[in-house]
């Protein structure tokens, strides 16, 4: 069945330092990809968003990576802050259903100070 | 602040009740979807509701139903509720219905079943 699979459920870095998470999708037909941020309590947060045609797209500090041969995406933040903690998910647009997402599980990122 | 916005913030019944969530979507956003978020399965995508129309469908269970009004708000109802029921349940709207595109999701309603 479809899924989206991330590599580490959690992630821990140095202030300052760049992130980067990784996530893997098995539905070919996808084509559409999406991060989102989610802080305790909160509902999911758009971070960035990339489309099959594309293989790099860059937001404020923010760069999301897609290797549609190995079916792999990644998000990059540079100059990771605390307020940069949260969990994020990537989430997979197969692209005929609707405007249906398939999210995968998470990566829980801690920023020490 | 997303805009979009979710009542009540938090649910607790009883099982075999029926609860109601109510979601008002973005203005401006003629597409509805909702989410369900637990610990052992993540955001599942439950259905779609486009313009009043339903979209597309998820691992929906027959014990719950949605409808999107005139006014675009929507409404999930949860019947004959069970102790697994119990989770987050989220609503998220976008512009369009027809192809994937960023959807902007409320704080959601947590439903505990005791």
């Known amino acids: 069945g479809e899924s989206v699979g991330l590599h580490l459920p959690t992630l821990s870095v140095q202030e300052g330092d760049n992130s980067i998470i990784n996530c893997a999708y098995s539905n070919s037909a996808s084509d559409y990809f999406i991060w989102y941020k989610q802080e305790s309590g909160k509902g999911p947060q758009f971070i960035i968003d990339?489309?099959?045609?594309?293989d790099k797209r860059q937001g404020q500090r923010v760069t999301v990576l897609l290797n549609k041969t190995v079916k792999h995406l990644s998000l990059q933040i540079a100059a990771t802050q605390p307020g940069d903690s949260a969990v994020y998910f990537c989430a997979d647009g197969p692209g005929n259903q609707g405007g249906k997402l398939i999210f995968g599980q998470g990566t829980e990122l801690s920023v020490k100070p | 602040d997303s805009g979009v916005t979710q009542t009540p913030k938090h649910l607790i019944t009883a099982t075999g009740q029926r609860v109601t969530l109510r979601c008002s979507p973005r203005s401006g956003d003629l597409s509805v979807y909702w989410y369900q978020q637990s610990l052992d399965q993540g955001l599942q995508f439950l259905i779609q509701?486009?313009?009043?129309?339903?979209?597309a469908k998820g691992n929906i269970l027959e014990r719950f139903s949605a409808q999107q009004f005139p006014d675009l708000h929507s409404e999930l109802n949860l019947s004959s509720l069970e102790l697994g029921d119990s989770a987050l349940y989220f609503c998220?709207?976008?512009?369009?219905?027809?192809?994937?595109?960023?959807?902007?999701f409320g704080d959601g309603t947590r439903l505990s079943i005791l």
């Open positions: 990339i489309r099959s045609n594309m």
């Open positions: 509701y486009y313009n009043g129309e339903e979209r």
């Open positions: 998220a709207s976008s512009v369009a219905g027809d192809r994937a595109q960023p959807q902007h």
